[in-house]
């Protein structure tokens, strides 16, 4: 397994939270003035180096970080240089979202809308089926929206995640309760839902400061609670970043 790690985005993550300085290990400038830390893939063998007691002091000096690559990228790659299938093709298709469960005419998206807002709703149409008006807090951004097309429906842990971390496995009535399940869910402002993806914890986190370790919380007990197998460079940053959550 490639150990190479996402350490601008962790880093980045970790100056956000306030972790000291003293939770880094020595620091490595290579040659080239690339800046290693313990967990980099290549510190062991940066023989010649210029020595400093943190990231930031490295980078201060004029230093640069390592080029980050998508874990999911890595497995991808190492199962292609070992000739496995990592996982199958993903298809949104194989995973029925937004789904009438009741038959109310109102689908998993709607019925959110009107759950979570804030005060009574308002209907496009006087049948009820799709929410027009209403107030909705998004933790992603911090900011409250009126409008319900400003706000898309997000899976913290996204469908294409999940089904490259084991899903590609389950039956589709599975793939369905996850896709509708409402403790997975949250709306959220449409941007942001476009820049997150299909990333995990490893390559985006919330703008909102004050709701990332929350978010790595929810997004955890999505993991947990549906099975999904992390390869160890994501269970590494993870750790980590949980740490620093714990330390604040």
């Known amino acids: 397994m490639n150990r190479n790690i996402p350490i601008?985005?962790?880093?980045?993550?970790?100056?956000?939270?306030?972790?000291?300085?003293n939770a880094y290990t020595q620091v490595k400038k290579s040659n080239s003035g690339i800046c290693h830390d313990s967990s980099s893939a290549s510190y062991n063998r940066t023989k010649k180096f210029e020595a400093f007691s943190t990231i930031e002091a490295c980078l201060d000096s004029g230093g640069r970080l390592p080029k980050a690559q998508s874990t999911y990228?890595?497995?991808?790659?190492?199962a292609s240089n070992e000739g496995r299938?990592?996982?199958?093709e993903y298809d949104r298709a194989d995973w029925p979202h937004w789904?009438?469960?009741?038959n109310d005419c109102q689908n998993t998206r709607h019925e959110m809308l009107v759950s979570t807002s804030s005060i009574p709703v308002e209907f496009k149409t006087d049948k009820g089926c799709q929410v027009a008006i209403g107030e909705w807090y998004d933790p992603y951004s911090g900011d409250i929206f009126t409008d319900s097309t400003t706000l898309d429906l997000d899976h913290i842990v996204p469908l294409k995640f999940a089904h490259g971390h084991g899903g590609d496995k389950w039956s589709r009535d599975k793939?369905?309760?996850f896709a509708n399940d409402p403790q997975n869910l949250l709306l959220v402002k449409a941007s942001l839902y476009r820049q997150k993806g299909a990333k995990g914890l490893d390559e985006w986190l919330p703008p909102?400061?004050?709701y990332r370790c929350k978010y790595i919380a929810k997004f955890m007990e999505a993991?947990?609670?549906?099975?999904?197998?992390?390869?160890?460079?994501?269970k590494r940053v993870i750790s980590k970043?949980?740490?620093?959550?714990?330390?604040k």
């Open 8 to 21: 601008l985005f962790l880093l980045s993550f970790i100056l956000s939270c306030g972790l000291p300085n």
């Open 73 to 78: 990228q890595q497995a991808e790659k190492e």
């Open 85 to 88: 299938a990592f996982t199958s």
């Open 99 to 102: 789904i009438d469960d009741d």
């Open 175 to 177: 793939r369905q309760i």
């Open 208 to 210: 909102n400061h004050a």
């Open 223 to 234: 993991v947990d609670k549906y099975g999904l197998q992390l390869i160890p460079s994501e």
């Open 241 to 247: 970043m949980r740490s620093a959550c714990n330390t």
